[in-house]
């Protein structure tokens, strides 16, 4: 079955808000086995959300609509749809003292356009909002569905989980299930990544294989559809397994594990601490290892030394070091992991520093350099990077870079 | 005239990730004065995007994609408007040129399937990308113009701020000006700010007022349409200066002004300096103060203090204090501040301590209880706050609260 998403509104059209009911759905849909392959976004103007309707019900089984079902005048999903159907709208009675009792409820004043979000078209299926005034419609209309949900996305999503969810279970039944798994990697570009597993990309079916650039990392998608849970997470297995033996060492975990969860539990799993030292990405670093809930089990405490004099006379680099090799060094980041690691007697110590621009570049050491080092009981590593793009964006790597680099340092201690 | 915008890829078909550039293009087309009336989404799947681009193209007259122009095998965006438009791909040498010199500066290995990326629909306008290596394209057809633009969002809005909107405004000229202003708040919630500018929002026609919620801040955004520039501009001032009056002491900044751009540019103006000692929050108030270029000239540095002995050991918290009020504390945020101040001899310190849960809360101290000190040569604030929410959310909250604090700290000091 195709489905199509239809999204209105106009402050969507504006950029006003940022879409997640069209996400939402998409996903939803998509675990169900349906094909939501067409989402789109159309304002709150008669003649174009007829024609957006009209080419949803040509090309999908299934249109889902979200928002246009308030009490304003501007709420024109319905009528919009009852027209092009040909058919009425009529006043729904249970509807009405629904949205009388939810008004008493709350005692709030309810004003006669109110029942404006009672206005059925004929022969729908009225969906209760457990979650605000306004219904949703479901109109089987001959081989197409057309289903109307409310805009906000705590009534949109309760009333798809409780109402829609079951209701397209009952009807379409066996529509198979996909599932997805992401590995997530690390250290490795997007096209050298490509090229390792290109046999398998080329000759993909089912699973089918996407790659995915995010903030450094690339996701590797394996999607498969089967008839049951099982059989689809067994195709998934087995081309996982295939692709591990060539892209192993950058899979760093999977679905939503983040890089920061990975290393915690890693840390915790070792009973060693951490401490950082930490200069251009000004306690990026340490923030994102405490997003992870516990990490003060494993993290002690970094200290940013963004002032030269924080380096020397707090974490321990040596002045010499400073002016023979300069602030952004293999030098001088070894020296700050080892001094933050003394100083806060932690098991492992982190440094880094680089230079995230725009300003501070030269020749010798452009923007986008960064240094940085781990140390701890098994000895010391170093890496040099170059990183490009913006400021924030040459901070982010070097965060994420830095977590990496301190769990392959992890991976070594048995 | 009416614009499409076309976003293309799987993983949004999926839901795995939110659409963010729709939204920019949609924002930056309206304030140009171009009706942004329709958005699509299609997966990377070559008849249903011919289908999608050949609907765009018959009921729009520009008509801008995102994403599908990378190296890899999904990437299918131009060879679907090459075939719909009936025009070949030819190799771009200098795009060619542009791809290796992008992968030498950054000491990578280019890979052949890179240069897919340089093949282009005979005809075409290519657009040098400046933060990526997919070039966009500009295809000038009949009267329909189509223009293709990279996903990752950095690349896109560099491109189309650099080159796309130039474009854009010296073929269509004058479409009449939209213009919008943000007054951005912080410390006032939504609905209190709301029924104190009530009145205004009533009365709204040219300027339209819209209230926005961004993780803490209240955006106040004021939109004018005119037939210049100045025009609009001058509708603004005039409401804005009315609105002034009623929510002044909220305002920090506007526009894209954050609040570490204004927290920075007030202790540039200043010449003071400024350190941290940070427990709940990690080290993110620091790394949102480095986030602004040139910061290394009032940041001093931070400790972050995760674990007691660090607070006081270096940050200089008496033990007594820990023991007797707890790290949770107004006592223990005021001598996080006043010993980060003497420590690393800035003008002024600052101290955040806090519960960002999940565990850890108490009836007398519950999770989302922060204590936020500034201390300096005019004194010491402490604030005591309670955030609601994940983890993530009242470290971010914290974060913003500390950098606002700061803020008005500083506003103080003439």
């Not at 670093?285 to 405490?290: D, Y």
């Not at 970094?302 to 602030?327: F, M, W």
């Amino acid at each position: 079955m195709i489905v199509e998403i239809v999204s209105t509104g106009t402050e969507l059209l504006l950029g006003q808000i940022v879409n997640t009911n069209a996400p939402y759905l998409a996903r939803k849909l998509n675990e169900l086995g349906f094909d939501a392959v067409y989402q789109t976004t159309v304002g709150d103007n008669r003649r174009r959300m007829a024609s957006v309707f009209s080419i949803a019900l040509e090309r999908a089984d299934i249109v889902i609509t979200s928002g246009g079902l308030g009490p304003t005048q501007g709420d024109i999903t319905k009528e919009v749809s009852a027209e092009l159907l040909g058919r009425d709208l009529q006043l729904h009675e249970p509807s009405v003292e629904h949205i009388q009792a939810f008004f008493k409820r709350r005692h709030l004043t309810m004003t006669n356009n109110n029942l404006r979000q009672a206005m059925m078209p004929t022969g729908a299926i009225v969906v209760t909002n457990h979650r605000g005034t306004a219904p949703g419609v479901i109109i089987e209309h001959g081989e197409k569905t057309i289903i109307h949900l409310p805009g906000p996305p705590a009534e949109l999503e309760h009333m798809f989980e409780n109402s829609i969810l079951p209701y397209l279970t009952n009807r379409f039944g066996g529509q198979g299930v996909i599932i997805s798994k992401v590995l997530r990697t690390f250290g490795i570009g997007e096209s050298i990544l490509e090229e390792r597993i290109r046999q398998f990309i080329l000759a993909q079916k089912n699973p089918t294989i996407a790659l995915l650039a995010r903030s450094g990392e690339i996701h590797v998608r394996l999607t498969a559809k089967a008839d049951s849970e099982d059989a689809a997470r067994a195709l998934i297995a087995e081309l996982e397994a295939s692709l591990r033996e060539h892209i192993e060492e950058y899979v760093f975990g999977m679905d939503e594990q983040s890089l920061e969860q990975v290393v915690g539990e890693e840390l915790r799993r070792r009973e060693l601490t951490v401490a950082l030292a930490e200069s251009c990405t000004g306690g990026g670093a340490t923030a994102k290892l405490t997003d992870v809930p516990g990490s003060s089990a494993y993290l002690i405490g970094s200290i940013v030394c963004y002032d030269n004099r924080i380096k020397t006379e707090l974490v321990g680099v040596a002045p010499e070091t400073l002016q023979k090799h300069g602030a952004v060094s293999q030098e001088t980041a070894t020296e700050m992991a080892q001094g933050i690691r003394g100083r806060f007697a932690a098991d492992i110590g982190i440094g880094i520093t680089g230079i995230a621009g725009p300003d501070g570049g030269s020749d010798e050491k452009p923007v986008g350099l960064v240094y940085l080092a781990v140390a701890g009981q098994q000895g010391i590593i170093v890496e040099e990077e170059h990183f490009s793009g913006q400021r924030s964006a040459i901070k982010t790597r070097a965060v994420n870079s830095a977590l990496d680099l301190l769990r392959r340092y992890l991976q070594k201690i048995k």
